[in-house]
């Protein structure tokens, strides 16, 4: 726990960008009728039915330090996806950095180890030689700021039936745009201080 507030402590470094990653599944859900349009005095109504079109994926890096998020849609959320993602963070997102620092969670596909299965050993050292992972402890995942941006992702975008792939990507990235424009961001509070005395009853007792 502290090691990842230690991390939210650091000052802004271009060289060495703190990124707050994770993902978030989404049902798509389309209408079987036409939703009845609002009036005066009444919102817009929609039919209880609706056809179930599978399932996608967000991965989702937020950069808290600049008020900056993009969300990537997949198909799945697999070793070989976050193994992309990662590569993606490195060469697309991040190519003038020297080492990215990144907040995640100890899911089983967040591990080096996902970028072994998925690139040549040479290639996934490329990458993994310009990350720098800091996992939140178990059950401890509120500790990753990006919790907080999916959840307003989810308020903000994500509540309401959404049909297709296509439809989920172009509404994400009219919100992703949004966002970045506002700069928004998490006014963290949380310090290895607050944690020690808030928390106390998680660190072992020395007599």
Request: glycine share 2%; with cysteine; net charge negative.
């Amino acid at each position: 726990m502290e090691d990842v507030l230690d991390v939210y402590a650091r000052a802004y470094d271009p060289k060495r960008p703190q990124v707050c990653f994770d993902e978030k599944s989404m049902q798509l859900i389309a209408e079987t009728r036409q939703p009845l349009p609002s009036k005066p005095g009444q919102l817009e109504r929609f039919d209880y039915e609706y056809q179930r079109n599978g399932t996608a994926n967000l991965f989702l890096f937020f950069q808290p330090l600049l008020g900056w998020r993009h969300v990537r849609v997949t198909d799945r959320r697999t070793k070989i996806d976050f193994a992309e993602c990662m590569r993606y963070l490195v060469d697309d997102l991040f190519p003038a950095a020297e080492t990215i620092v990144i907040v995640l969670d100890n899911l089983n596909t967040h591990t080096p180890a996902s970028l072994y299965e998925a690139f040549e050993p040479h290639e996934a050292k490329r990458i993994l030689d310009r990350l720098e992972f800091h996992y939140t402890p178990k059950h401890g995942s509120w500790l990753n700021m990006v919790e907080i941006e999916i959840g307003v992702l989810s308020e903000q975008c994500l509540d309401r039936r959404i049909p297709d792939k296509a439809t989920l990507e172009s509404e994400v990235a009219a919100w992703e745009g949004s966002r970045n424009e506002q700069r928004a961001t998490v006014n963290w509070q949380f310090s290895t201080a607050d944690a020690r005395l808030k928390l106390k009853r998680l660190y072992p007792l020395i007599s």
